[in-house]
C-alpha cells in the first residue's frame, strides 16, 4: 500500500491588505499539488524559497490544513482524522527541521528532546535504552543525552534532531532542507547517515531541499515546484538527464549540473 | 565575562540593603517595634535613638526597618499572585488563540486604560481599607501586564522549530506550554516582576498613605509619611527619612529590572 498520498492539495494565504477597504489578496502557495510515496523510498521535492515546498512539508505534518485535496498516510486522511487518532498516528511520521540551531529547545538535555515522542504518547517503556539505541543510530555516544544542545556542533545537533525523529520507529521521514544550514562536508555525513537509517530501518524519506545536486543524489523521484505549482515530476535520473521545463533546466545550471 | 552594566550593579546593592534591612528587622531592631516614650518625643539623632523619634516617641529607625519588612511582603505577595495568574493567562491566550485570546487581551487592554495607582486606590476604596484589600489591588493590577508579556513573548516561542518538533511528536499544546513556553519565556516574566515589585511598593507606600494599606498598628512609610505630614514644620525629618526609603527601594528595583532585562534581552545584548 502507498505509504503517503498526498491528492491534488491546494493551500492559499490572505496576504496583508493594502487598502483599507479592499481584503488582501490571496496568495496560492500550494496549488494541486499530488504525489505518492511508498515505504522505503525517498521523494525529493525541488523549489526556490517561496515555491512551497515548505508549506507543503507543513501540510504533510498536520501542522497545517490544505484549502483543497487530501493527505493520507496508511490511507488514513490526517485532516479527517480525530485529534486523538491523530495523536496516536504521530509516531509513524516524524519531522527533522533545517535549522540545527533552532530545532531543540536550549533549556532540556539532549536525551530529553529525543525522549519527547515517546512521552507524547505515553509509550515510556525503555525509554532510556531506546533514547541511547537512538542515539548510537545516529553515530553519538548514549552519554550525550544528558547533555544541553549548546555543548553540541551544528552537524551533532542535526544527529539529535534526527534521533528523536526516528525513535519512534517511524515509517516516513519529512526532511525540510535538513542540511541546508550545514557546511559542505557535514552535509554528506548527514546525507549519508539519512541514507543508511533508511537502509536499516526501512524508511520513506520526503527530502525538501532547494539544492539539486542534493536531491539527485539521494531520491528516487522528484518534483519541482515553482510558485506553488508542480512543473515537472517523475523518476530522479530521468528528470536530471531530460528535464523538460525551463525551470528545471535552470535550476539544473544554478546547481552546476549541466 | 561580559562587563555588567552599572544600572544592574546600582540596583542590586540599593536592593540588597532594602531587603537585607527588611530580612534584618524580623530577628532584631534597635528597639522593640511601636515602643514609645512620650517625654522622648521628637527627639534629635542620639547614641540611643539613632535617627531620633517621632510624635509619640517611637524610635525611627526601628519603624523604618518594620516598615521595610512590611512593604517587601506586600509586594512580594502581590506581585507573585499578580505573575503568577497573569502569566497562565497570558499563556493560554498564546496556546489556545481565537476568542479566549482576543478576550485576554481586551481585558488588558481595558485594564491598561486606567492609571495603575488610581486603579489601586479605587479597588481598595470600594473593598474597603484593610492590608488584605490592598494586596489584591495590587496583585490585580499586575494581572494584565504579566499576561501581555507573558502572551507576547510565548507567541515568538510558538513559531520555533522545537515546538513544530514537539508537535510532531504529538504533544498536546498545553503539555508544550508547560514544558517548552514557559520555561523560555522565564527570563522576560522576571525581569518584568522586578520591575513591577518596584511599582508594587509605590502603590502600597501610595494606599498607606491614605490609610487603605497598612494598617495601625503596624507601620509603613506611606503611614509614617501621613502622620509626619501635619508636623512638617516642626520635624521634617519624619517625612524625610520614609521618603528617602520610598525613593531607594523604588529606584533600587527599578534600576535592577532594567539591568536584567539589559542582560537577558538578546536584542540588547547584540547591540554592546
Known amino acids: ?258 | 565575562m561580559r562587563r555588567l552594566p552599572a544600572n544592574l550593579i546600582i540596583g542590586g546593592v540599593l536592593v540588597a540593603i532594602v531587603v537585607g534591612v527588611a530580612a534584618l528587622s524580623l530577628v532584631w531592631t534597635p528597639h522593640p517595634e511601636n515602643a514609645m516614650n512620650i517625654r522622648g518625643k521628637f527627639a534629635g539623632p542620639s547614641a540611643t535613638y539613632w535617627l531620633g523619634t517621632d510624635q509619640l516617641g517611637r524610635d525611627l529607625v526601628t519603624q523604618l526597618m518594620a516598615s521595610a519588612r512590611n512593604s517587601m511582603a506586600v509586594a512580594l505577595i502581590a506581585v507573585l499572585l499578580g505573575g503568577s495568574i497573569g502569566t497562565v493567562l497570558g499563556l493560554l491566550a498564546s496556546a489556545i488563540g481565537g476568542w479566549v485570546e482576543d478576550l485576554v487581551m481586551r481585558f488588558a487592554d481595558i485594564s491598561f486604560a486606567f492609571p495603575t495607582l488610581l486603579f489601586a486606590i479605587m479597588l481598595a476604596a470600594v473593598f474597603g481599607p484593610s492590608l488584605q484589600n490592598a494586596i489584591l489591588a495590587i496583585a490585580f493590577i499586575n494581572v494584565p501586564v504579566f499576561a501581555r508579556v507573558a502572551r507576547a513573548s510565548a507567541n515568538q516561542i510558538w513559531t520555533r522549530e522545537y515546538v513544530f518538533a514537539a508537535r510532531a511528536a504529538g504533544m498536546g499544546r498545553f503539555a508544550i506550554s508547560r514544558d517548552h513556553i514557559l520555561p523560555n519565556i522565564a527570563a522576560p516574566v522576571i525581569v518584568q516582576a522586578t520591575i513591577e515589585f518596584a511599582v508594587a511598593i509605590l502603590a502600597e507606600a501610595a494606599l498607606s498613605y491614605l490609610g487603605l494599606g497598612v494598617q495601625p498598628p503596624e507601620s509603613s512609610w506611606g503611614r509614617m509619611l501621613s502622620e509626619a505630614q501635619t508636623l512638617m514644620y516642626l520635624a521634617p525629618q519624619l517625612a524625610i527619612w520614609p521618603g528617602l526609603c520610598i525613593v531607594t527601594a523604588v529606584l533600587g528595583f527599578g534600576l535592577l529590572g532594567d539591568g536584567l532585562r539589559d542582560i537577558t534581552d538578546p536584542r540588547l545584548a547584540r547591540e554592546r
Open chain 1, 1 to 258: 500500500m502507498t505509504l503517503l498520498s498526498v491528492e491534488n492539495v491546494t493551500r492559499r494565504y490572505r496576504l496583508p491588505r493594502k487598502s483599507l477597504l479592499q481584503a488582501g489578496p490571496m496568495l496560492t502557495a500550494v496549488d494541486n499539488a499530488s504525489f505518492r510515496l511508498e515505504a522505503g523510498k525517498t521523494l525529493g521535492i525541488v523549489g526556490e524559497s517561496g515555491s512551497g515546498k515548505s508549506t507543503l512539508a507543513r501540510m504533510v505534518m498536520a501542522f497545517e490544513r490544505p484549502d483543497a485535496g487530501r493527505i493520507l498516510l496508511d490511507g488514513k486522511d490526517l485532516n479527517a482524522l480525530a485529534p486523538a487518532d491523530l495523536r496516536a498516528l504521530r509516531p509513524r511520521f516524524q519531522i527533522v527541521f533545517q535549522d540545527p540551531y533552532g530545532s531543540l529547545d536550549p533549556r532540556r538535555t539532549a536525551g530529553w528532546s529525543i525522549a519527547e515522542p515517546l512521552r507524547a504518547t505515553g509509550d515510556t517503556a525503555r525509554a532510556e535504552a531506546r533514547v541511547a539505541e537512538a542515539l548510537e543510530q545516529v553515530g553519538l555516544r548514549p552519554a550525550d543525552a544528558a547533555k544541553y544542545p549548546h555543548e553540541f556542533s551544528g552537524g551533532q545537533r542535526q544527529r539529535i534532531a534526527i534521533a528523536r525523529a526516528i525513535v519512534t520507529r517511524p515509517a516516513l521521514i519529512v526532511a525540510d532542507e535538513a542540511v541546508s544550514a550545514l557546511d559542505v562536508s557535514v552535509q554528506a555525513q548527514i546525507l549519508n547517515l539519512l541514507m543508511d537509517l533508511q537502509d536499516d530501518l526501512g524508511l520513506a524519506l520526503l527530502f525538501i531541499s532547494h539544492d539539486l545536486s542534493v536531491v539527485s543524489a539521494i531520491c528516487d523521484d522528484v518534483l519541482v515546484l515553482e510558485h506553488g505549482k508542480t512543473v515537472e515530476q517523475g523518476a530522479a535520473d530521468q528528470v536530471m538527464a531530460a528535464p523538460r521545463h525551463p525551470y528545471t533546466k535552470s535550476l539544473l545550471t544554478a546547481a552546476g549540473l549541466t
